[in-house]
């Protein structure tokens, strides 16, 4: 029964969403997209992290009136840590480095991993467009960020990072965030040629997530913190309709 009741919304959505061209008139149009970003750390965020990169994805619907409603996954990523050098100092010879259950120096890697998942509402304003499903877009979002050091030890040797021991180092971090998007949408007939581009803002009031940290033996300092990112978000549309064929006339 689900089956055919999926296999009627699909016929429903390809009738629905395929009767007109985006250059005839303002569509109603649900679209998937992929998108990547680079972003500038600030805030308490800068104290920990370099310049970061995130990849995701979600879904939108634009209606008529040009309003869009959404939701969307970020998973963020970097590979630069600030003071890293004082991070798992407990742990460390006086030489810096942290020795293996082989007796060997640990071969060790610090990066920035988190995810942002949020709620998305905005409005395109078809201005510097070449149909009326394309122009300017302003999105705000509210939702969940998080982020914390991974620590990765090459063929987990050292068995001082792995478990539990590895979490009292990650610095995880939570908690709520808006963003804002100002930027450019471009849809077209084709499913391939739909795109936008933007500048991105993101706030988040966060806590750490962890108890105690092993290497100071204390909580963060920080216990209310404000992260934020700013940067610039590229994203490719798939949107939900048919290609019409070109219009034929007869005399």
Same mark, same amino acid.
């Given at each position: 029964?689900?089956? $055919?009741?999926?296999?009627? %919304?699909?016929? /429903? ?47 939108? /619907? ?108 990650? *610095? ?11 930027? $450019?949408? $471009? ?37 209310? *913190? ?5 940067? %610039? ?19």
């Amino acid at each position: 029964m689900k089956y $055919y009741l999926l296999l009627l %919304f699909s016929l /429903w959505v390809i009738s629905t969403f395929g009767q007109n061209s985006v250059s005839d008139t303002s569509l109603s149009i649900p679209m998937f997209y992929a998108s990547y970003a680079v972003q500038l750390p600030g805030g308490d965020m800068a104290d920990r992290y370099g310049v970061n990169s995130t990849v995701g994805g979600g879904f939108m /619907w634009k209606i008529p009136t040009h309003w869009i409603l959404g939701a969307d996954f970020s998973y963020i990523f970097g590979n630069k840590i600030n003071n890293s050098d004082e991070l798992l100092s407990n742990l460390k010879t006086e030489n810096g480095n942290i020795i293996d259950m082989g007796g060997n120096f640990a071969d060790y890697s610090l990066y920035e991993r988190g995810f942002y998942v949020s709620g998305r509402f905005g409005k395109m304003f078809p201005v510097l467009s070449p149909n009326p499903n394309s122009g300017i877009v302003l999105m705000g979002s509210a939702g969940y960020l998080q982020h914390k050091i991974r620590i990765e030890v090459l063929n987990n040797t050292a068995p001082q990072l792995q478990g539990d021991y590895k979490r009292g180092y990650d *610095r995880l971090t939570g908690g709520f965030g808006i963003s804002e998007f100002v930027g $450019y949408m $471009y849809l077209s007939d084709s499913r391939l040629l739909n795109f936008f581009g933007g500048f991105e803002f993101n706030q988040a009031w966060t806590s750490p997530m962890r108890e105690v940290n092993f290497d100071t033996r204390l909580p963060d300092e920080k216990q209310n *913190r404000f992260d934020s990112f700013v940067g %610039f978000r590229l994203g490719w549309i798939v949107p939900i309709f048919q290609r019409l064929p070109d219009k034929e006339y007869y005399f």
